[in-house]
């Protein structure tokens, strides 16, 4: 057998050795990547236990792996008890003001029907201006608790886009007309539709409309509009106010947020944080843009989404006031 055979034979020889490390190799890490994926869906699970009980890499890694779950669920049961904690401050906040700040409301209100010096009547104003804007923050604060510890109770259902419309701008006309701003509205036929939470949505909406006529100049109008898709249902809220930077559209939705043009404008920041909760619960969205003023646009969903949450209830009664 000459030279040139023996290599050759060499050659296969070492392509097949070759072949069968990579293929157990290739096992190797198969079964790696297996255990890995079984270790984390047990982490996802939180039936997640060591099994590996020696020196190697593997072992040590489901220790760590242990240890940092134990970390997290520690921190997860913390976090609980201090949104708990908070959610019961709050709740006991509210419970113990509700009667003295209605008192002031109304106190203020038998002041006003008084014969008072001319001087007096600037201070019984902001009186009244400050007890409302106090009972409007605590309602807002329990909501939003509410909100965020799932005690809120939607039952979204198909409903008009008509009663919906007519019902959130009855209650917005009077502050409109104190204004002498023109809310117009129009939709595309009577029986739109679109699964919805009548009374949560109205209350989405009104938050929207009554930003617009917070920041719409006097003799102005606003536009609301109802235009119907294949999937969703959308509804434009527009103003020629004082309009918002783009780079402030990420932030209007966050609690709180107030831009420094608005610092002086009545509110506390979670109205469009409510807002944004309670669509986006039904399976909706929000789109903002602003140029000449800013256009809102809230589009629901048209049948039952997926996505729709289903909060828990007490006692048979929605919770959010």
């Known amino acids: 057998m000459d030279k040139a055979l023996w290599l050759l034979i060499l050659a296969i020889v070492l392509a097949l050795c070759a072949i ?33 009980y020696d020196e190697s890499r593997m072992s040590a890694l489901e220790v760590r792996l242990k240890q940092y779950l134990r970390k997290q669920s520690e921190y997860e049961k913390q976090m609980e008890k201090e949104q708990s904690d908070i959610h019961a401050l709050i709740s006991d906040i509210s419970h113990q003001t509700k009667t003295p700040i209605a008192n002031l409301v109304l106190y203020t209100q038998l002041l006003r029907e008084q014969d008072l010096p001319q001087e007096a009547l600037p201070l019984v104003e902001q009186l009244s201006t400050q007890s409302e804007k106090l009972q409007f923050l605590i309602t807002s604060l329990l909501k939003t608790s509410r909100l965020e510890h799932g005690i809120i109770s939607l039952s979204p259902e198909t409903n008009l886009i008509q009663d919906l419309l007519s ?18 509205w129009k939709i595309q036929h009577e029986l739109d539709s679109a699964f919805f939470d009548k009374k949560w949505t109205a209350e989405a909406v009104y938050n929207i409309l009554d930003n617009a006529i917070k920041y719409t100049h006097r003799d102005d109008t606003i536009l609301v509009e109802g235009r119907d898709y294949e999937l969703f249902y959308r509804i434009d809220i527009t103003d020629h106010g004082i309009g918002i930077p783009e780079e402030e559209y990420p932030k209007i939705f966050q609690r709180f947020y107030r831009a420094k043009e608005v610092q002086e404008e009545e509110g506390v920041g979670l109205g469009l944080y409510l807002t944004r909760e309670i669509i986006c619960a039904q399976g909706g969205y929000l789109k903002v843009s602003s140029g000449q003023g800013t256009v809102f646009s809230i589009f629901l969903p048209k049948t039952q989404s997926f996505k729709t949450v289903r909060f828990q209830k007490e006692s048979g009664k929605n919770h959010l006031l």
């Open 20 to 52: 069968v490390i990579v293929c157990c190799y290739y096992i190797r890490v198969l079964r790696l990547f297996h255990k890995l994926e079984h270790m984390l869906d047990s982490a996802i699970s939180g039936e997640f236990e060591e099994t590996v």
């Open 167 to 184: 019902q959130v701008i009855i209650e917005a006309e009077q502050k409109a007309f104190q204004q002498d701003i023109k809310i117009t």
